[in-house]
């Protein structure tokens, strides 16, 4: 139980497009889910948290107007970096935590090559 | 704001050694979680640890968490290829949940 899935698991996109990467919770409700930003060699760093029905919360300096989120129901998350750049290409990787508990289950990620 | 330092950044070791990776912060854990993550994949939850002065094995991994719960080591024994990866230790920082990382450790075990 607890598998989180991510779409797509590799994109490659051309300068000034947007891309769109998704975040499922395959087998239980997730009320919040999160999003990382991981580059090479580097840890995860927190770009925002999500709960289903509200606005996200961004964390300092990650643009809001840049990195859209979208948790419109318990079990699908989404990510659009719009007009991409290629200093946002970087591994993405949501989480999903179910209600009252704070464990957090890890997607896969996303590799976004912005060319 | 909370740090989480990890030592060492880089390890490489030969199949069969023994190592120990650390993690220290700059304030008292609420609750360290040990993390492995692959290239090319997400961070998979090894353990949490609560308790001050707690010990828990995982097979060859050993996880250390101090009495202070301002520091906390894994121990691997008998390193095996498949231990290859980047280890990274986390804290909740916040009621919402949210966690911080260390930078990491990244393992290469060679055969």
């Known amino acids: 139980g607890a598998v989180v899935s991510q779409h797509p698991s590799r994109v490659i996109c051309k300068s000034g497009t947007s891309v769109k990467i998704e975040c499922r919770s395959l087998?239980?409700?997730?009320?919040?889910m999160f999003w990382y930003r991981q580059f090479p060699k580097q840890s995860l760093m927190l770009m925002a948290t999500?709960?289903?029905?509200?606005?996200?919360?961004?964390e300092q300096g990650v643009e809001k107007d840049k990195f859209l989120i979208n948790h419109a129901s318990l079990t699908l998350s989404t990510l659009t970096v719009t007009s991409a750049h290629p200093e946002d290409s970087s591994f993405y990787i949501c989480?999903?935590?179910?209600?009252?508990?704070?464990?957090?289950?890890f997607g896969p990620g996303t590799r976004l090559t912005v060319t | 704001t909370q740090l989480l330092e990890q030592s060492p950044q880089f390890l490489s070791i030969q199949e069969g050694e023994n190592l120990t990776v650390y993690c220290n912060s700059s304030?008292?854990?609420?609750?360290l979680q040990w993390y492995r993550q692959e290239p090319g994949e997400g961070p998979v939850l090894l353990v949490t640890?609560?308790?001050?002065?707690e010990v828990k094995k995982l097979k060859r991994l050993t996880f250390q968490f101090g009495d202070a719960r301002k520091d906390s080591s894994l121990h691997i024994t008998a390193a095996q290829p498949g231990d290859t990866g980047l280890y990274l230790c986390?804290?909740?920082?916040?009621?919402?949940?949210?966690?911080?990382f260390g930078q990491g450790t990244e393992l290469s075990v060679k055969p």
């Open positions: 989480s999903a935590r179910r209600g009252g508990i704070s464990e957090q289950y």
């Open positions: 087998d239980f409700q997730a009320t919040t």
């Open positions: 999500s709960n289903e029905g509200s606005k996200a919360t961004y």
């Open positions: 304030s008292v854990f609420s609750s």
């Open positions: 640890v609560v308790t001050g002065g």
């Open positions: 986390a804290d909740f920082y916040n009621q919402g949940g949210k966690l911080i």
